[in-house]
Every structure is written in C-alpha cells, then in structure tokens.
C-alpha cells in the first residue's frame, strides 16, 4: 500500500488543522493505522492509533482530548483532526499502517508502510 500525507501547514496556537492521508492499493480495512510525529532531533512517537476495524482507537497524553483519528474506508482516507492546536505540536506528522493485525486490536509498533511526512507549525 502506497500513503499520501497532507494538511499541514502553518496555525495559530488554538487552532485546528485535519490531516488527510489517501491510501492506494489497499484500503485501510485491512490495516492497523496511526499517525506518528517528528520533531527535530527526536524520535517519532506515536501520536494516535486506530484499530482495523475502526472500533478502537489509542491517544498519546498529550493529545487526549484535542485529537480525533479516524478512517473512511470507502475513501481509503485516514484522517486526524487536530484541534485546540499548541505549539509543542509542532513536527512532521506522518501516517502509518502496520499489515499482519488484529480486526479490533490497537498496535504501538510493527508499522511497515509510511506516507511521506507533512509538516504542522503552531505559532504562539
């Protein structure tokens, strides 16, 4: 499966942005999925993971809340929206699936294919 990023850009801290990331090849149905974020200098955490069947979905800390994931399989679209936006969630956000999973299981590794990267800046 190919993944294609986008939405990010440059918001206000308090604001909101929605990620979009287009599947090709496969849907998102039969994956796991989550969105993971890069800052400078550190790791890629995960910041939200969503279950193949799209019944269960997992949150960083420190976006509980703020952030919501989640999937349109007809549209092969996994999206996140990001609200109430601050600027520690400055970083490259990418998008995620992980093959090999549970229908209803929510993963924080194995994830094999990437989209390319989009970047979100909140300013103060």
């Known amino acids: 499966v190919q993944l294609q990023a986008s939405g990010g850009g440059l918001v206000q801290a308090g604001g909101f942005l929605r990620l979009s990331c287009a599947a090709s090849?496969?849907?998102?149905?039969?994956?796991?999925s989550g969105w993971f974020r890069q800052e400078p200098g550190k790791e890629r955490e995960l910041v939200a993971a969503i279950s193949r069947s799209g019944s269960t979905t997992y949150y960083a800390d420190s976006v509980k809340g703020r952030f919501t994931i989640s999937v349109d399989s007809a549209k092969s679209t996994l999206y996140l929206q990001m609200n109430s936006l601050k600027p520690e969630d400055t970083a490259v956000y990418y998008c995620s699936a992980r093959p090999n999973s549970i229908s209803s299981s929510i993963y924080t590794t194995g994830y094999s294919y990437w989209g390319q990267g989009t970047l979100v800046t909140v300013s103060s």
């Open positions: 090849g496969r849907t998102f149905s039969r994956y796991a």
